[in-house]
Structure formats: structure tokens, C-alpha cells
């Protein structure tokens, strides 16, 4: 109660209602990373396209043909690599269950070793390592059309099944989905890049959109720390919405309006909702 009075009697109401929802949601991360370490279920919608992963595996291991993942072209300290790294591990153990070849082209020095590694462990963790091939991790180039060029050669050469595109894309994206259509494999994408995600749904199979691609990681991993903040986020934006819609309710309804001027007063209602629209 002392800090909340602190923190009322400090800060203006709009930055009082700031700090409460922080530190909210961080008690919201807290809570659901300990459940998920004590072996809680936590429940996370299906995602078609993860279901689909493992349905394009199984073609390319009937058909006798590898798997192509394509991590992206941005490097490590770009949040989409990291998520698209956790999502190859669970593709390459897949694969290595299934006897099928993972090729990955990677397009920049420091994601070459990450993915080979994460390739490596998961061939192990399938209980395959010998059936690890250091040559389908391959580096091609740091130049951007160059790389997309030797992704596509490889579709055309070693004719995947199954192509991942997983990460962060530019203009390049629709190249690669275009060539996999083209050479009849079936296609999964993902993407944070608002601007090319018609691309990967005009020539995918299936297509993670937006944060579905962070969601994917936790839903494939199971990481205690991934679960939390995941539930954590679904939950504050469950909140958020009801404080616009308590929001647009206060200021269009008379009653509610009166009422919570007498309580705030007019400037703090104002405050308030400045706060809410982002102003």
C-alpha cells in the first residue's frame, strides 16, 4: 500500500498506471515461467504451419527427397534469427527421426556455426549423429541476391521436398517462394517482416504471420522461459484490451464519465486515456 501510494503521489496518474501494468506483467512472467519449470501444462493455440511441418518432413522422406530450411538473412542479434534457430533444431530432429537429409544455406558468418551446431545437436538428440553431413550446412554469401541465388540453385539442383522459411526476409522472399512453387515442394514460411508476408502466403502452403513466429519457438521448445513470457503476453494484451474498452465505454457513456471524474477528476480521466491512445 506504501508504494502504491508512493507511486500515486509522485508520478501523474497516466505514469502511475504505466508502472502497475510493468510491473504486472513482469509478476505475470514470473508466475508462469515457475509453472511451466514445476511441469504445468500450459495451453498455446495450435498453429496450423507447425502442424504442417511435420506433414512436409514425412513427404520428403516418402518421395526420398531432402528438406530445405532457410533461417533468413539477418544475423544473430536480430530477435527473428534466434527464433527461427530454435524452430530448425525441432525441424532437424525431425528429420534425423525420419532418416531425411536438412539442408540449411546460411547468408551470414555468424549464423553459419549456430545453425550447424543446432543441426549437429538435434541430429544427437534424434539418436543419429552419424548421420550428421557438415556439408548441408553451408555458408553461401553475405550479399543478398547472391545468397538468394544460391538458394535457388540449390531448390533446382537437389530438388527439397520440403522448403522452411523461417526469419527475417526482405525483398528476396518472394524469389525463393516462387522457385520452391515452381519445383512442386510444399512450402511453410514465417516472417516478422509485415511488408513481405503476401509474398510467402501468395506462394506458401502455409505461412506464420507476425508473431507467430516468436509463438512457434515456445510452442516447439517447451522452454520454461519462452512459456512465461509467451502466457504473459496473451494475458497483458487480454488486459489492454479491456482497459480500451473500459476506456471507450468511460468517455461515451455519461454515467461512467461523471463517475470517474468525481474520483480522478477531469484532468487525471484525461491522463488516463492519453495514456491508453498511446498520446
Given at each position: 500500500m506504501l508504494a502504491m501510494a508512493y507511486i500515486f503521489g509522485t508520478y501523474p496518474l497516466a505514469k502511475a498506471v504505466m508502472a502497475i501494468l510493468l510491473l504486472s506483467f513482469f509478476a505475470l512472467v514470473l508466475w508462469y515461467t515457475a509453472r511451466a519449470r514445476k511441469g504445468d501444462e500450459l495451453y498455446i493455440r495450435p498453429i496450423a504451419g507447425l502442424a504442417a511441418m511435420e506433414e512436409a518432413i514425412g513427404r520428403a522422406t516418402e518421395m526420398g527427397r531432402p528438406v530445405l530450411y532457410?533461417?533468413?538473412?539477418?544475423?544473430?542479434?536480430?530477435?527473428?534469427t534466434i527464433a527461427s534457430v530454435t524452430i530448425?533444431?525441432?525441424?532437424?530432429?525431425?528429420?534425423?527421426?525420419?532418416?531425411?537429409?536438412?539442408?540449411?544455406?546460411?547468408c551470414m558468418p555468424l549464423v553459419f556455426p549456430v545453425a550447424e551446431e543446432t543441426v549437429k545437436n538435434a541430429y544427437a538428440d534424434a539418436g543419429r549423429p552419424e548421420a550428421f553431413d557438415r556439408d548441408d550446412v553451408r555458408f553461401l554469401s553475405q550479399d543478398q541476391f547472391a545468397y538468394t541465388a544460391?538458394?535457388?540453385?540449390?531448390?533446382?539442383r537437389e530438388r527439397p521436398a520440403a522448403n522452411v522459411f523461417m526469419g527475417a526476409f526482405w525483398a528476396e522472399?518472394?524469389?525463393?517462394?516462387?522457385?520452391?512453387?515452381?519445383?512442386?515442394?510444399?512450402?511453410?514460411?514465417?516472417?516478422?517482416?509485415?511488408?513481405q508476408l503476401p509474398f510467402f502466403v501468395a506462394a506458401c502452403d502455409y505461412t506464420l504471420i507476425g508473431e507467430e513466429l516468436?509463438?512457434?519457438?515456445?510452442?516447439?521448445?517447451?522452454?520454461?522461459q519462452l512459456l512465461g513470457s509467451l502466457k504473459a503476453s496473451d494475458?497483458?494484451?487480454?488486459?489492454?484490451?479491456?482497459l480500451i474498452l473500459l476506456g471507450t465505454l468511460i468517455v461515451n457513456v455519461e454515467p461512467l464519465n461523471g463517475l470517474f471524474e468525481s474520483m480522478f477528476g477531469l484532468e487525471g480521466v484525461r491522463d488516463l486515456f492519453r495514456f491508453t491512445a498511446g498520446g
Amino acid at each position: 500500500m506504501l508504494a502504491m501510494a508512493y507511486i500515486f503521489g509522485t508520478y501523474p496518474l497516466a505514469k502511475a498506471v504505466m508502472a502497475i501494468l510493468l510491473l504486472s506483467f513482469f509478476a505475470l512472467v514470473l508466475w508462469y515461467t515457475a509453472r511451466a519449470r514445476k511441469g504445468d501444462e500450459l495451453y498455446i493455440r495450435p498453429i496450423a504451419g507447425l502442424a504442417a511441418m511435420e506433414e512436409a518432413i514425412g513427404r520428403a522422406t516418402e518421395m526420398g527427397r531432402p528438406v530445405l530450411y532457410v533461417p533468413g538473412i539477418a544475423d544473430m542479434d536480430d530477435i527473428q534469427t534466434i527464433a527461427s534457430v530454435t524452430i530448425l533444431s525441432n525441424v532437424a530432429k525431425t528429420a534425423a527421426q525420419y532418416e531425411t537429409r536438412t539442408i540449411v544455406p546460411c547468408c551470414m558468418p555468424l549464423v553459419f556455426p549456430v545453425a550447424e551446431e543446432t543441426v549437429k545437436n538435434a541430429y544427437a538428440d534424434a539418436g543419429r549423429p552419424e548421420a550428421f553431413d557438415r556439408d548441408d550446412v553451408r555458408f553461401l554469401s553475405q550479399d543478398q541476391f547472391a545468397y538468394t541465388a544460391g538458394v535457388t540453385g540449390i531448390m533446382l539442383r537437389e530438388r527439397p521436398a520440403a522448403n522452411v522459411f523461417m526469419g527475417a526476409f526482405w525483398a528476396e522472399s518472394l524469389i525463393l517462394a516462387e522457385t520452391g512453387f515452381l519445383a512442386g515442394a510444399i512450402q511453410v514460411a514465417g516472417t516478422a517482416n509485415v511488408s513481405q508476408l503476401p509474398f510467402f502466403v501468395a506462394a506458401c502452403d502455409y505461412t506464420l504471420i507476425g508473431e507467430e513466429l516468436y509463438a512457434a519457438s515456445a510452442y516447439l521448445s517447451r522452454e520454461p522461459q519462452l512459456l512465461g513470457s509467451l502466457k504473459a503476453s496473451d494475458v497483458a494484451k487480454m488486459a489492454l484490451g479491456a482497459l480500451i474498452l473500459l476506456g471507450t465505454l468511460i468517455v461515451n457513456v455519461e454515467p461512467l464519465n461523471g463517475l470517474f471524474e468525481s474520483m480522478f477528476g477531469l484532468e487525471g480521466v484525461r491522463d488516463l486515456f492519453r495514456f491508453t491512445a498511446g498520446g
